[in-house]
């Protein structure tokens, strides 16, 4: 294929009109300006051509991807009717919709402002540099037209004088936009407007072709040594990897058969570059990135930063989601409800199996080696083996707890609940070495049967069981029972033995080692965590304690001693042979004497590659 066309900022290729049937003409329309760069406020004016005589609205109250409520209709601030020269009564039923007395069959407008000023891919952002939404935080759902066709007219603000000029990006499919990509849009439905964010601003932008599907890649606060080349040929390698693996070598848009090539014709990739920030939140024709700065790519860096394969892995994981829980998906996310949680005890596999691929699929796709490979499943073991909760609760409660719990966190949650990310990427490892050893199929080939079963529609557990059964042979209940449903531990050495990969115990870090998670600044060491069944716990250190220092006793002719503690690895500088110590930390303004025992044989987990050859097999 030919090499990608990298466009500087300011010079943003415009989406183009869609090349489909004449778009139905729309019931509900959109109208989104950025009213006060300054007060971070975009106006929204809702027009509904024939709305009923008690019209309804409401904003969401989460959005997909993130299981959390967050009341969207916080920012929502002047919401006022008008019909003709009538101002119809509006009525609040509750804290995010409303009820409109109307002359039923006239049209209904309606403008409100909503203040933007979240820098998250989850909700909306606006200011003189960039604007951001996400139809959950700007539009309202009309009730009675969800399902009609929706237009968006997207207005370019108006910069101050000398300031670059703003292009706008969004998977919408475009009707009648300006080469910055300013007008109108139209989505087939209020899911479609809910499931596709626009980025505003002078961004850097580039368009590339994955297996014939058009992609742009757009990256905002980008700086000047910002290698975009390198990002596109990343990208491109990730993504063409990604629809092979769901539609086999020949995939193509072009393909007659749908399994045969990918389920969407464009695709937009919207990243965020700050000095801190990290995460992604996946849609059907889209993802929003957020990153730091130091993790993009560098022209002329000799070695990429080590943040930069983190970054590639979020880009692999957000678009192997526009099939894995965007279209194959929890049968109770069939239709999402905006109004309340929707509960599935399913993210252990559309969010922990996308985190094992997500991965895999760099080192497929000839990203990462072998032996980075290896200590990122490295890391995923230790994290979940550091996380005591995993004896607590089971993947598939905690996928059902995400509301509260995944999304939720505070100082107790690694002792209640587990990552369904990091242990379920761990499972998925564990079915696919499993199907692996037994030889008669692959963890992919169990995917591919569920999205060809399916559709690429929603599922529940039994397809995934089916699938299994299908593929490997036998039933799969027994391991679906522990490792799903039950917080035994996993088989992971004898799997990865088997796979040419050995894991040696190395000595725990201290704080591990000691059962804490904490924070260390300006010469203070703050307990953040104390983790269930560690020595710090049976010590009795809090959560918030601030650990002032150490007191030894007298031993071997040396006084007693006591050493003010700047940070936790000086531990090792004071202790000596020392292994019961008094730690003294302050609580509440209190301070305590706490008998601390230093255990010694806390250890992690270093995997090696005992057999390269074995461990090729299973990566190539
Ligand atoms: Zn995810």
Redesign the pocket.
């Known amino acids: 294929m030919a090499a990608p066309a990298v466009r500087r900022r300011g010079t943003a290729p415009v989406a183009k009109a869609s090349s489909r049937a004449a778009p139905v003409e729309a019931a509900v329309h959109f109208r989104i300006e950025c009213a006060d760069l300054h007060a971070h406020l975009f106006a929204v004016t809702l027009t509904v051509d024939a709305p009923a005589a008690q019209q309804r609205v409401s904003l969401p109250v989460w959005i997909p ?1 993130s299981y959390l409520v967050r009341e969207f209709s916080r920012n929502l601030q002047g919401l006022s009717a008008r019909q003709g020269r009538r101002r119809p009564a509006l009525q609040q039923l509750d804290k995010h919709s409303w009820q409109v007395d109307c002359a039923a069959g006239q049209p209904l407008v309606l403008r409100y402002e909503v203040c933007a000023y979240d820098n998250s891919v989850r909700t909306a952002w606006l200011d003189a540099d960039r604007g951001f939404f996400n139809g959950t935080s700007l539009c309202l759902q009309v009730e009675g037209h969800t399902h009609a066709p929706h237009a968006i007219d997207i207005v370019a603000p108006t910069l101050a004088k000398g300031a670059a000029a703003w292009t706008c990006a969004t998977a919408l499919q475009a009707v009648k936009a300006d080469k910055h990509g300013f007008g109108r849009y139209r989505a087939a439905d209020y899911d479609e407007l809910a499931d596709s964010p626009v980025e505003m601003g002078a961004f850097w932008s580039a368009e590339f072709e994955a297996c014939g599907v058009p992609h742009r890649f757009v990256v905002a606060g980008a700086p000047a040594s910002f290698d975009g080349e390198r990002l596109i040929a990343d990208t491109r390698a990730i993504c063409e990897t990604t629809m092979r693996f769901w539609h086999g070598t020949k995939v193509a848009a072009a393909n007659k058969r749908a399994a045969d090539r990918p389920p969407f014709d464009r695709y937009v990739f919207m990243l965020n570059a700050v000095d801190d920030g990290y995460g ?1 939140l ?1 849609h059907r024709h889209s993802t929003a990135l957020i990153c730091t700065r130091r993790d993009l790519p560098q022209q002329s860096a000799r070695k990429q930063p080590e943040g930069y394969t983190t970054l590639m892995g979020l880009i692999s ?2 678009y192997f ?1 526009a099939w894995n ?1 965007k279209r194959l998906r929890p049968a109770e996310f069939a239709r999402y409800d905006y109004a309340r949680e929707n509960y599935t005890h399913l993210l252990w596999l ?2 922990g199996f ?2 094992y691929y997500d991965d895999l699929l760099l080192r497929r796709a000839g990203r990462i080696d072998d032996a980075t490979y290896l200590k990122l499943v490295n890391k995923t073991i230790n994290q979940v083996q550091q996380t005591p909760g995993r004896h607590v609760q089971s993947i598939a409660d905690a996928s059902f707890d995400a509301w509260i719990k995944y999304y939720r966190q505070d100082e107790q949650t690694p002792n209640g609940t587990v990552s369904y ?1 990091t242990k379920g990427a761990l499972v998925a490892m564990c079915f696919d070495l499993t199907l692996r050893n037994e030889g008669r199929g692959t963890l992919d080939d169990v995917m591919r049967l569920l999205w060809t079963r399916s559709g690429g529609g929603p599922i529940d557990e039994a397809d995934v069981a089916s699938a299994l059964a299908h593929v490997g042979g036998r039933s799969y209940a027994d391991e679906i029972a522990r490792w799903v449903h039950s917080t035994d531990e996993l088989p992971l050495s004898d799997l990865l033995r088997a796979h040419g990969v050995a894991a040696l115990d190395d000595p725990a870090q201290r704080a591990q080692a000691l059962g804490l998670r904490v924070a260390e600044s300006g010469g203070s060491v703050q307990v953040k965590v104390v983790l269930r069944g560690g020595a710090a716990e049976r010590a009795g250190m809090a959560a918030n304690d601030e650990w002032l220092g150490i007191e030894l006793p007298a031993a071997r002719g040396r006084a007693a001693q006591g050493w003010r503690l700047g940070k936790l690895d000086d531990l090792a500088l004071y202790l000596g042979e020392h292994k019961k110590v008094t730690a003294l930390v302050a609580r509440d303004r209190r301070l305590l004497r706490l008998p601390l025992s230093l255990p010694t044989d806390v250890t992690t987990w270093r995997l090696f590659a005992q057999d390269p050859a074995r461990l090729a097999k299973w990566l190539a």
């Open positions: 991807g992604g996946e994981h957000e989601h829980v559309f969010e996308t985190s990310y």
